[in-house]
């Protein structure tokens, strides 16, 4: 054991440092048999010992190494600072040397420094002298040109003159170049005022010429050029206001002409005999036309403030010479507006400036809107100089177009509607008349103004176009009578009907147009008042106004088949035949009336959104017939039922009629819904109908499959239909309410009053079969099987609303059949969109509930009890009859 420690303790030293060293073979070798496990102590001491042994080796060494790095950097550091300390001598000495040079060479060039200063001091002194000796001189010589009245040899000294004044700007504390300068301003001034009169010398009061022309044009370099410009022109203008007083017929709007005839002789008179004695920078022509423009614009100004009343003629045909006028004088002066840089040019301008530098300033507010195209300097465009005396006085104007327009819609809702036959002829003609008068008075409106008066006859424009459609389209719209005699004029009518609906669209799409294109052309800052929206609503609710009379039309036309449908006696019907008479009636008139409507109306929209509202109306007044029946069969209303498809059939195949699409395209998904659900509603009350009225058990029943949430309404007109005394309706009512109990849903309340009209015309709320549930025929006689109808969750049949009886709005019963789940038809969307607005509504169905399973096994139960009944109804029938 021993042994094996001290070979723990010396030998492994050498092993545990090699590279391939392995613990098990070591530990193996260390305690190769059970009795040498007895020196695991000792071996164990003798490994922590040499831990500690080795260990303090290590920190010994360590600082070892420690102590001999610092002994190596201390020389190494102190040799780096003294070789800063000798770099600072260095550079001390160096600066100190500097500083003795900069003293040397400032000690030699002192006095050449003086000599520079003394010799730059003496040739300022001799030019300024020499500059005072020719501005005395100049003066003095200034003075005798005065005196002598030689203006062209002045005009030449005094910028001379100028230039020397602004050299002695900063000696003005010497009292003797101050008196100097005095002299030199004074001899100016008066020379200009010797001049200015000589100019004025040379006119008489009539404005001629009677002095020397060329003093004129030299006195005219000499004098100050407003004065000048401001006597000349008033005197040329003094015959103007003698000639045209306000009191005078000359001076009237209608005889405006004259006043620009006038000013057309003074200026050829000028270009003739004085153009060429005023410098040309003076404009002396453009300044005289422009004071002839206030003038004219004050007196015009009152001339229309005092005339009462102002003859609307008068006053466009002076607006139409005024702005003539001012845009033949921008043509004679050349004034343009100014070129807008292009995009490319505004880019690049961009992309040159730094991204931090500013614009750099200018000297104007901004950039002028016109120039003199042969200079590019800035100018003031003539027009409106005058023109704006007229603006206030525009309202006169649209005031007269608006009193023409409404004439003009006051003969129209006059006239008699013309149809003719040619199919171009798809617009009123008054439609055109009408809005050919509006581009004209556009045309001559923006030929005279297109700021506020604009903006006020956009206005005219849409009060026009609604008027027109509230008094002449939806005026003109006839009235149908729900009877057999009125049923042959609806055809005429309806082509009628069918032009005024085209008329609106045209109308609409023409507002929009003329909206755009008056926004183009009016001034910004009315843009935002141009609005045509309140005529294209008038417009649309034409339309749609339109549209109603289109379904009232053709449901006058279907009144004798309803009228024979309900004088039918279809509790003797025996048999099951083939389609009824009215059928025939009823198909005849509605192909005929929507072939009439295709062909009649322009717009796609409008004509699949009269099938939509067709189909809903033509339900109702199915349905309100068949009320009206008295006591139906159950083989009466196997043969309803069968009309019912017919009639469903014809619906389907409106949106085909009177297209040449070969095969006939199919009906749209929402408009075979919309048939569907309005179809299905008669359907559903029919197949009540045919379930016996006795036992009451299995009429409820299947009234509760078809009518979900049990309208007691329907209920008691399918009793009424079936023959049922009124005094047994209760008890029957009891029936259903004891089976709408055990169903789980809430006690029934009576159905909710409903409108008038639905009153009258009375519909049920139920919804086509769903696919692949149809039920199979079969013989007269035998009631069918379980129905797969949908029926509807409406509170009543006459209502045909979507909510039932104790079901909230949007909330229709819980049918795990899946007979009620009636999707909504797609809503309108006003004539920009699908149709127009105040489209046919249905009730949104409700989404089943319940466990499918329960539902499977109701509905099976019902069913057996349903064929039970009847076979034991067969059966007495049977044995009755053997």
């Not at 003066?139 to 030449?156: F, I, K, N, P, S």
């Not at 000696?171 to 001049?195: G, H, N, P, Y």
């Not at 319940?850 to 509905?859: D, E, F, Q, R, T």
């Amino acid at each position: 054991m021993r042994r094996a420690g001290r070979r723990a303790g010396t030998g492994g030293c050498e092993e545990l440092d090699s590279s391939d060293f392995c613990m098990e073979r070591f530990i193996d070798r260390l305690l190769p048999d059970a009795p040498s496990l007895e020196g695991v102590g000792v071996a164990e001491a003798n490994a922590r010992h040499q831990l500690l042994v080795v260990s303090s080796e290590i920190r010994r060494a360590l600082r070892t190494q420690a102590d001999g790095s610092q002994q190596q950097q201390a020389p190494g550091i102190e040799a780096t600072k003294a070789a800063i300390a000798e770099l600072y001598t260095r550079i001390s000495e160096m600066k100190a040397k500097a500083r003795s040079a900069e003293r040397m060479v400032v000690d030699i060039t002192q006095d050449i420094k003086s000599l520079d200063f003394a010799k730059r001091n003496l040739t300022q002194t001799t030019t300024t002298m020499r500059r005072l000796q020719l501005l005395v001189s100049s003066v003095e010589q200034l003075r005798q040109l005065t005196e002598q009245g030689r203006y062209h040899d002045a005009a030449q000294l005094l910028p001379a003159i100028g230039g020397l004044r602004e050299g002695f700007g900063g000696f003005q504390s010497v009292r003797q170049i101050a008196a100097l300068d005095q002299t030199a301003e004074s001899l100016r001034r008066s020379l200009a005022s010797k001049a200015l009169q000589e100019v004025q010398r040379a006119f008489d009061a009539q404005g001629l010429l009677v002095g020397n022309a060329q003093l004129v044009r030299d006195a005219c370099l000499c004098c100050d050029p407003e004065r000048a410009v401001d006597h000349y022109c008033a005197l040329q203008l003094r015959a103007y206001t003698a000639i045209f007083q306000l009191s005078d017929d000359v001076s009237q709007l209608e005889n405006i002409s004259r006043r620009y005839a006038w000013l057309r002789r003074i200026m050829r008179n000028y270009a003739e005999e004085h153009a060429d004695l005023f410098p040309p920078a003076w404009r002396m022509d453009e300044q005289l036309t422009r004071r002839f423009a206030v003038a004219t614009r004050d007196q015009l100004g009152e001339i229309m403030a005092n005339a009462s009343p102002l003859a609307v003629d008068h006053l466009t045909a002076a607006l139409a010479d005024t702005l003539a006028f001012e845009a033949h004088c921008d043509k004679r002066f050349v004034i343009a507006p100014r070129p807008q840089p292009s995009a490319a040019a505004s880019a690049v301008a961009s992309q040159g400036a730094s991204p931090g530098s500013s614009p750099a300033p200018s000297p104007q507010a901004g950039p002028p809107a016109y120039i003199y195209e042969g200079s590019g300097e800035a100018a003031e465009s003539f027009v409106g100089a005058i023109s704006c005396a007229f603006e206030p006085y525009m309202s006169i104007f649209v005031d007269g177009e608006r009193a023409k327009f409404e004439q003009m819609v006051l003969r129209f809702q006059r006239e008699p509607i013309a149809v003719d036959d040619d199919p171009s002829l798809s617009v009123l003609a008054s439609s055109t008349d009408l809005l050919y008068q509006f581009r004209e008075s556009l045309r001559q409106c923006a030929s005279l103004s297109t700021g506020q008066a604009m903006a006020d006859l956009a206005q005219v424009f849409a009060q026009c176009l609604g008027s027109y459609a509230r008094s002449v389209l939806q005026h003109k719209l006839p009235t149908f009578a729900s009877t057999a005699a009125a049923a042959a004029a609806p055809l005429e009518d309806i082509k009628h009907i069918c032009l005024i609906i085209s008329t609106a669209d045209y109308c609409a799409a023409a507002a929009a147009q003329l909206e755009q294109k008056i926004v183009e052309r009016v001034d910004g800052e009315f843009k935002a008042r141009v609005s045509f929206a309140a005529c294209r609503e008038a417009l649309l609710s034409s339309i749609n106004a339109g549209i109603r009379a289109l379904v009232a039309g053709v449901e006058a036309m279907c009144a004798p088949a309803f009228a024979a449908l309900a004088q039918e006696p279809w509790h003797d019907v025996q048999m099951v035949g083939d389609q009824s008479g009215y059928v025939l009636l009823v198909v005849s008139a509605v192909t005929a009336a929507t072939e009439a409507v295709r062909r009649g109306i322009s717009g796609s929209r409008y004509f699949r959104s009269y099938c939509d509202k067709f189909a809903a109306r033509f339900a109702e007044a199915y349905a309100a017939a068949i009320a009206q029946c008295g006591c139906i069969s159950e083989v009466g209303a196997e043969q309803l039922l069968l009309d019912a498809q017919a009639l469903k059939s014809v619906l389907l195949g409106m949106p085909a009629i009177g297209t040449d699409e070969v095969p006939p395209p199919g009906p749209p998904p929402a408009f075979a819904r919309i048939v569907g659900q309005s179809i299905g509603r008669v359907e559903a009350l029919l197949k009540a109908i045919l379930v016996p009225s006795e036992p009451a058990d299995a009429l409820v029943g299947r009234f509760l499959l078809l009518f979900p949430a049990a309208p007691r309404d329907v209920f008691r007109q399918v009793l009424s239909l079936k023959g049922v005394r009124p005094a047994e309706h209760t008890s029957y009512i009891r029936v259903l309410q004891r089976a709408h109990r055990d169903a789980g849903d809430p006690p029934l309340t009576p159905s909710p009053a409903a409108p008038a009209s639905a009153r009258s015309t009375p519909a049920p709320a139920v919804q086509e079969p769903p696919p692949g549930r149809k039920a199979a025929p079969r013989a007269a006689g035998h009631a069918r099987g379980a129905s797969s109808a949908s029926a509807g969750s409406g509170a009543g049949f006459g209502a045909g609303s979507g909510a039932g009886p104790g079901a909230g709005p949007g909330k229709p019963r819980p049918d795990p059949l899946g007979i009620t789940g009636a999707a909504q038809p797609a809503a309108d969307s006003g004539a920009d969109g699908e149709h127009p607005a105040d489209g046919p509504q249905s009730a949104a169905g409700g989404d089943a509930a319940g466990s499918p399973v329960l539902a499977s096994l109701a509905a099976n139960a019902t069913a057996t009890r349903t064929r039970i009944n009847e076979n034991l109804r067969r059966f007495v029938s049977n044995m009755r009859r053997g």
